[in-house]
Structure formats: C-alpha cells, structure tokens
C-alpha cells in the first residue's frame, strides 16, 4: 500500500528566510502524482503545488518550488521569500497513476509552518 | 467561478443520532470526494463518486454512506454518531479527464458528537 511521511511535525522560519519541507512516499508505481497543499488556520485546504512523476522538471509555483527525487522517493517543499500568510499547515499528498481510476489522495501528516516577523 | 461549498458549516449531535453533509462541487465538476480529518489519525479518504455512481471507498464502517445526485451535488450521511465522529469533514471536487485534473477542496463541515 502506498504511503506518505512527514516527519517534521512543525518547522518554523523567519520572514523573508527561506525554508523547506520534507516529504518521503512509498509506492510500487512508476506513474503517479504528488501534491502539496496549504491548511491555514481558516481549514480551507488550498492547493500550492503539483508534479507529475513522469516530468524529471521540478514543478515551481512563484516562490514555491519542489525538489522531486524520484528514485529517493522524495518531495520536498521549498519556500522561498516567506511571508506572514505563509503560515499554515502542509499536507503532501499522493495520488495514483491515471489508470487507477480514481482521485483518492494519501495524505501525510502534515507539518506547521510558523513564519516569525 | 464559485468554490467548492459545504453545508452546514458546523452542526453540534449527540451520540447515537444521524447526519447528513452537503458538498456542491465547482459547476461542471462531475467527480467528488470526501476525507474525514481527525487529530488522531489525520485526512483519511471515506468515499468518491463519479457520474452518480461510488467509484472508490475507503476503509470506514458501514454507517459511512453517501451519494451523488445528477447535477453532481453530493452527500454523504453517518447514522448511529459516535464520539469518535467528531471530526472535519472536507470534500473535494475535480473535472474529470484524461488528464487528471486537481482536486479542489470545501471549508469543511465540523462536525462535533456530543
């Protein structure tokens, strides 16, 4: 069965600093898909990033960029420039390849970020 | 466009009553599903419908149950509340093609068993 470890259950980081988040997965496939999301305080989970195993380009979103090891069975969040509304809850997830046929994420659980001024 | 929206946002039961939660997807969504978030044992998949019909469920007692209505609205229903339902209970929605779109999530429900 396909899991997802977090093992920084809280990071922290100065504003403007940058910081990283770790995530290891398990997974037999060789097709599948990896996620991050955003859970402020406001609980509304928000998709920040995405990267389809396939791709050997790490995914980047503005200041949020991945570094994707396949063969590591690693995803890690990097956080460039932080700011205050950084601050939430980070969930990496996996999705499984597209002949599953399914949505079902396997989440991680979690790391909370704290940005100090 | 307008989000992914859940009703009610929170609702208070006592053990042993029955709920029912409402997820709206994005319009033109058609595939919906629903985790349950605990402390304790963290986001957890419960079920996923696609086109009215349950396409995956996850590993919850039979008292989990829910549907999808043909304008793709779902809900998802616990009868027999137990202390230990008391959770955030978030759906996600995504457009369904080949090329495997993301997920958008709701607010959540909180749901607290008294």
């Known amino acids: 069965a396909q899991t997802v470890t977090q093992s920084q259950p809280e990071m922290s980081v100065q504003e403007a600093e940058t910081v990283t988040l770790s995530c290891t997965y398990d997974?037999?496939?060789?097709?599948?898909?990896l996620f991050w999301y955003k859970q402020p305080p406001s609980r509304q989970m928000i998709l920040v990033i995405r990267?389809?195993?396939?791709?050997?380009q790490n995914a980047t979103e503005n200041r949020f960029s991945v570094n994707f090891q396949k063969a590591a069975k690693s995803f890690s969040l990097k956080i460039s420039d932080s700011q205050l509304g950084d601050a939430a809850m980070y969930f990496c997830?996996?999705?499984?390849?597209?002949?599953?046929?399914?949505?079902?994420?396997?989440f991680g659980t979690g790391t909370r970020l704290q940005v100090f001024p | 466009k307008a989000g992914v929206t859940q009703t009610p946002r929170y609702l208070i039961k006592t053990r042993g009553q029955q709920v029912t939660l409402s997820c709206s997807p994005i319009?033109?969504?058609?595939?919906v599903s629903w985790y349950q978030q605990t402390p304790g044992q963290g986001l957890q998949f419960l079920f996923e419908?696609?086109?009215?019909?349950?396409?995956n469920k996850g590993n919850f007692p039979g008292r989990f149950s829910g549907r999808q209505f043909s304008n793709s609205r779902s809900e998802m229903n616990v009868s027999t509340l137990e202390l230990g339902d008391s959770a955030l209970y978030l759906c996600?929605?995504?457009?369904?093609?080949?090329?495997?779109?993301?997920?958008?999530f709701g607010p959540g429900t909180r749901l607290t068993v008294t």
């Open positions: 996600a929605s995504s457009f369904w093609t080949a090329l495997r779109g993301e997920q958008y």
């Open positions: 997974t037999s496939e060789s097709d599948y898909y």
């Open positions: 990267q389809e195993a396939y791709k050997q």
């Open positions: 997830a996996y999705r499984g390849p597209s002949l599953y046929n399914t949505d079902k994420l396997i």
């Open positions: 319009s033109g969504h058609r595939s």
């Open positions: 419908y696609f086109s009215e019909t349950q396409r």
